[in-house]
């Protein structure tokens, strides 16, 4: 063994003898299930209860849980309480009762209850509300009486929620959710909001929630290996399968587990999509999976040497500040010594293409050197749109590493142009980001080249539209918005755009007589094109239509000259087996 591993095996070793009186941080995660009559269309499988159990599976020991499932009624089917295995065996029986057939969707009543009790914040618990729903405000057939519900969600329960230290966590199961609610939910308590367009992508789903929820410490697995240390008590193993081909786990010394064989120490859970694999006290080593290749394939682990990152939000706006901080932990103390940290390397990976090493030099976005808290500032240096942070220490023996997912919105608005039916005015639609600004703080002004100021009037599901003339084709128009982040700051947003169709949106538009003139013109212009092209083309295939009947002879003479070969072939082959047959008859009688 190299020097530099035996130095850092020593080390780990003393550091795993160290006693601390630090007192983990706890996570309590409760998970609020739709159960509408509508989930009969978006979720006709039942694939909420899949997605539920593979959560329950993720869920540390020692955390905190419950599930309520709502329609017009609320019911909490696994009750809050301490997440160990007979909760979690619980849970996985209750899963199956999932169903579709509540009358409304009693948003503000599941909120209420699965909430009770959180009134301020707790510095020792981490709090999260995981919210799948697909559909509306619905308590009643009186519309009024689903505003007002909507109303109270916004102005009495929002509010606490985010006072208390809450992240509300959305999913949208269908295209008739109220995502502009869910969105503003998951917004203000600095949760994240995911539209699913299909029920086979809850798993999935559920997944990238739990990482946000209940973070824990998780391994590369590169070419489906993993290598596990000597500090690690637990794993478990998250492979999603394609196809119907079983999973198989080799652990270090070559030995084959599965479903159907494997030792007491291993929990193993099959769905049709998955396997989730918890072993106790796995043993150190190299570990093998033999089953799909999947980038949401998980190793997570329990240890004693953690790596521990800083919070970031979910939505962030181009030119935030990201700095991005990580320790490792020994039994939640800071390792600092020198000589342990001088083999371990710290970056952050974005997007699997670009890293960047984090440093402890008490330089730029490090405020300390030496101190055991590594730093990189990524301002500026993200794309748009959703951005995947891989946050790894790494060292001769070990690894640990955190996955985050981060928006990256590059305006506050999206500004799009259209026009209406009869081609004479622009439709200027103005779409605020509300994962990032309050949209009931938004204020919006219109100018157009010339003095003219339209007004843009909000549309329902939080869209602003302005109607231009179409005279003002080609002319420049300038949008200015003033708004208020979620976390309390002011932005204003400056947006000049040229008064020109770049693709024009029809949805049964019927078009000017001068557009349908030009359009005429066209089709002219494109058949006269399209028939001389198929003139070309009839004149291509009957050139190469014309038959070589010279080469037809020839293939015909050859096939017959072989086909006469077998036959000789095969009449010389019976001729002999025949003789041969008679030869033996001989001598049989002779004998």
């Known amino acids: 063994m190299m020097a530099g591993g035996r130095i850092l095996l020593l080390t780990l070793g003393l550091l795993c003898l160290l006693s601390s009186a ?60 301490r997440v160990d295995r007979r909760w979690k065996k619980l849970a996985r029986a209750e899963s199956k009762r999932i169903h579709s057939r509540g009358l409304h969707t009693n948003i503000e009543e599941v909120l209420k209850r699965a909430s009770f009790g959180w009134t301020k914040p707790d510095k020792n618990t981490r709090r999260s509300l995981i919210l799948l729903t697909d559909g509306m405000v619905d308590i009643s057939r009186d519309a009024k009486k689903n505003a007002a519900s909507r109303r109270r969600i916004l102005k009495n329960i929002l509010p606490r929620l985010k006072k208390a230290g809450v992240r509300l966590h959305t999913i949208a199961l269908s295209a008739g959710a109220d995502k502009a609610l869910l969105k503003q939910l998951s917004a203000v308590t600095g949760g994240d909001y995911i539209q699913v367009d299909n029920a086979r992508s809850l798993e999935r789903a559920f997944l990238k929630l739990f990482e946000k929820a209940a973070p824990v410490d998780s391994l590369a697995i590169e070419g489906n290996r993993f290598k596990l240390d000597t500090s690690v008590h637990d794993m478990t193993v998250l492979i999603f399968r394609k196809g119907a081909k079983p999973v198989v786990l080799l652990n270090p010394q070559g030995k084959a587990f599965d479903y159907q064989k494997h030792p007491r120490n291993f929990s193993w859970n099959q769905e049709q999509s998955y396997e989730l694999i918890t072993v106790k006290k796995p043993m150190a080593g190299e570990w093998i999976i033999k089953g799909s290749k999947d980038p949401d394939n998980r190793v997570m682990i329990v240890t004693n040497l953690k790596l521990e990152t800083s919070d970031l939000p979910p939505s962030i706006l181009a030119g935030d500040k990201v700095l991005v901080e990580a320790e490792l932990l020994n039994k939640g103390k800071r390792i600092t010594r020198e000589s342990f940290l001088s083999l371990v390397n710290f970056q952050v990976e974005v997007n699997g293409k670009t890293r960047y090493p984090m440093l402890d030099t008490g330089n730029g976005a490090d405020s300390k050197k030496g101190d055991g808290r590594y730093s990189i500032d990524l301002t500026g240096k993200l794309g748009g749109g959703d951005q995947l942070l891989i946050i790894r220490a790494k060292g001769a023996t070990f690894e640990r590493q955190f996955r985050y997912t981060l928006d990256n919105f590059l305006s506050i608005v999206d500004v799009r142009l259209t026009e209406d039916k009869s081609a004479k005015h622009f439709y200027l639609s103005i779409i605020p980001h509300i994962e990032i600004i309050d949209p009931e703080s938004l204020h919006i002004k219109i100018k157009l080249e010339g003095g003219e100021s339209p007004v843009a009037h909000q549309e329902p599901g939080g869209l602003w539209v302005a109607e231009i003339d179409k005279k003002n084709e080609g002319k420049f128009v300038t949008i200015i918005v003033d708004a208020k982040r979620h976390t309390g700051g002011k932005v204003q947003a400056k947006i000049k755009k040229k008064l020109v169709l770049e693709k024009v949106i029809k949805e049964n538009h019927a078009a000017s007589p001068a557009t349908e003139k030009k359009n005429d013109n066209h089709v002219k212009e494109k058949s006269a094109h399209d028939k001389q092209n198929s003139q070309k083309e009839d004149t291509k295939t009957e050139e190469h239509g014309k038959t070589n009947w010279f080469l037809v002879g020839w293939i015909i003479l050859v096939v017959n000259i072989v086909l006469a070969i077998i036959g000789i072939l095969i009449f010389k082959l019976w001729k002999k087996k025949k003789m041969s047959q008679e030869a033996e008859d001989d001598k049989d009688v002779a004998l």
Do not use: C
């Open 22 to 81: 630090y007192a983990a941080r706890k996570d309590d995660v409760r998970v609020l299930i739709d159960v509408s009559g509508s989930m009969k269309h978006n979720d006709p499988h039942k694939l909420r209860a899949p997605a539920l159990r593979l959560l329950v599976g993720l869920l540390p020991e020692g955390s905190t849980s419950g599930v309520w499932t709502f329609g017009q009624y609320v019911n909490m089917p696994v009750k809050l309480g």
